[in-house]
């Protein structure tokens, strides 16, 4: 991991405004969520790719975590602008997911 990433860990507890950021992401591109997540950003912090649990190797027809490592490096490595345009647009859809939710709080009424 440390050879092409910086590794952060967040405490949800700590930090629940950026747990609850990435794992809309997470929600939104995977279609479920949980823990442990993943997510791995861009160098301006976009997510661009995640997931929940990762086995540590390959099983059952899922990636294991060090296929998904390498798999992103080498991406990252191939296509970087196209990942970087995809992480400007990931924040877009988040922030508009944001602003829903917000109005739809706003609509509450609270006795």
């Known amino acids: 991991m440390n050879k092409y990433f910086v590794n952060v860990k967040v405490d949800r507890e700590e930090r629940p405004d950026v747990d609850k950021l990435y794992m809309s992401f997470i929600q939104a591109t995977v279609g479920g969520g949980g823990w442990p997540m993943s997510v791995f950003l861009t160098p ?10 990762f086995p540590p190797e390959d099983s059952y027809g899922r990636p294991g975590f060090k296929s998904v490592l390498k798999s992103i490096a080498e991406q990252w490595r191939k296509k ?3 990942i970087l345009n995809s992480g400007k ?6 922030k508009k997911i944001s602003e829903k939710e917000l109005r739809d709080c706003q609509r509450i009424d609270i006795p």
């Open 44 to 53: 301006n912090l976009e997510p661009l790719a995640g997931g929940t649990y």
């Open 80 to 82: 970087q602008t196209a």
């Open 89 to 94: 647009h990931s924040v877009e859809v988040l």
